[in-house]
C-alpha cells in the first residue's frame, strides 16, 4: 500500500448530507463528524431554515456538493453563479466546494447529470472551465467522477479522461465509491483496478450511497438505499490504497429516521478504524 504523507485534507472522519426534511431531528457530533449540502438549495435562504442551516455551520465543520454549474455544458459557464456559491463559503465557513464531472444545462437546466464525451477536446474544454472556476473562487475544487449509461463520442476511456481532466485543470477528486461500481457493472469493468488508477493524492473526500437494481447487469445510481457489501468492500479497498478518507454518506430520498443514517455512518467510522494506514498523516483544515 502507498500512502502519501502529509495529506491535508478540508475535513476527518465520517460525514453526512444534511437534507430540510431532517428539521427537527438532532445531529449530533457524536455521531457525525462533519456535513455536506448542495449551496443551491440554501444560498439567500432565510426564516427558520436559514437559522437552522447557521445553527449547523457554526457546530460542524461543513463542505458543500454543486449540482448545477455543469462544467461540460457547451452554455457560457454560469460565473453569478460561482461568485454566490464563494459568497455563501465565505459566510458559513466552507471548507471545500465539489462539484459533477458531468454537464446538466444547454439553453436551459436538463434536470439530470449527462456524461462528458471522453475525448481530447473535452479534456481541454471542461479543465479551462474548471482553472476558470478555481481561479473566481480563489482556491481548488473538487470534481466527482459520475454514474453515466451511455459514452457518447468516446475515444478514451474514462478512468483516462478523469485523470486527463484532473491534471489539466489541477484540481481535486471526489471520489464517489459507488458511482465506480454501478459503472463497472453497467459498462463491464474491474472495479478495483479503476480504483487503484485514480491519483490518491488528489482525493478530497469520498461519497458513498446506495443504488438500485433495474437489472443483473443494470445498475442506477439514486441515494435512495441503503449502501450493499460489495460497496462497503470498495471502499474498504479505497483506505487500504490511501488511508482512512475522509467519507460521507449520502442519501437524497426514502430517507429513514436518523439513527438509521447513523448506523450507516458508524459502518463508515468502523471500516476507517479497522485500516490502519502506515504512515501518520498531518490533517489540517
Request: net charge negative.
Amino acid at each position: 500500500m502507498k500512502i502519501a504523507e502529509h495529506r491535508v485534507f478540508p475535513v476527518e472522519g465520517a460525514g453526512l448530507g444534511l437534507r430540510r426534511s431532517m428539521m427537527g431531528e438532532v445531529v449530533s457530533p457524536e455521531h457525525i463528524d462533519f456535513l455536506e449540502v448542495a449551496p443551491e438549495n440554501w444560498i439567500g435562504v432565510g426564516g427558520r431554515f436559514g437559522r437552522w442551516l447557521r445553527e449547523h455551520t457554526e457546530r460542524f465543520p461543513f463542505v458543500i456538493h454543486g449540482l448545477s454549474l455543469s462544467i461540460g455544458s457547451p452554455a457560457p459557464l454560469d460565473m453569478d453563479l460561482v461568485r454566490a456559491v464563494k459568497a455563501f463559503m465565505r459566510e458559513h465557513g466552507i471548507r471545500c466546494y465539489s462539484e459533477h464531472l458531468s454537464y446538466c444545462s444547454d439553453h436551459g437546466h436538463l434536470y439530470d447529470l449527462l456524461p462528458i464525451p471522453f475525448t481530447e477536446d473535452a479534456v481541454r474544454y471542461v479543465a479551462e472551465r474548471i482553472s476558470r472556476v478555481q481561479e473566481t473562487l480563489g482556491q481548488r475544487i473538487a470534481m466527482e467522477n459520475v454514474s453515466y449509461y451511455a459514452a457518447p463520442g468516446r475515444e478514451m476511456s474514462e478512468l483516462d479522461f478523469i485523470n486527463a481532466v484532473l491534471q489539466e485543470a489541477d484540481c481535486d477528486l471526489l471520489l464517489d465509491v459507488n458511482n465506480i461500481y454501478v459503472n463497472s457493472i453497467n459498462h463491464q469493468y474491474d472495479a478495483l483496478e479503476f480504483l487503484q488508477g485514480l491519483p490518491g493524492e488528489r482525493i478530497a473526500y469520498v461519497h458513498v450511497a446506495g443504488h438500485y437494481d433495474e437489472a443483473e447487469d443494470l445498475k442506477v445510481d439514486t441515494h435512495g438505499a441503503p449502501v450493499i457489501d460489495p460497496v462497503w468492500q470498495l471502499l474498504e479497498e479505497a483506505y487500504r490504497l490511501h488511508g482512512p478518507l475522509p467519507t460521507l454518506l449520502e442519501r437524497d430520498f426514502n430517507i429513514p429516521p436518523l439513527p438509521k443514517l447513523f448506523e450507516e455512518v458508524a459502518h463508515i467510522r468502523d471500516i476507517q478504524a479497522a485500516v490502519q494506514p502506515e504512515v501518520v498523516y498531518a490533517r489540517g483544515h
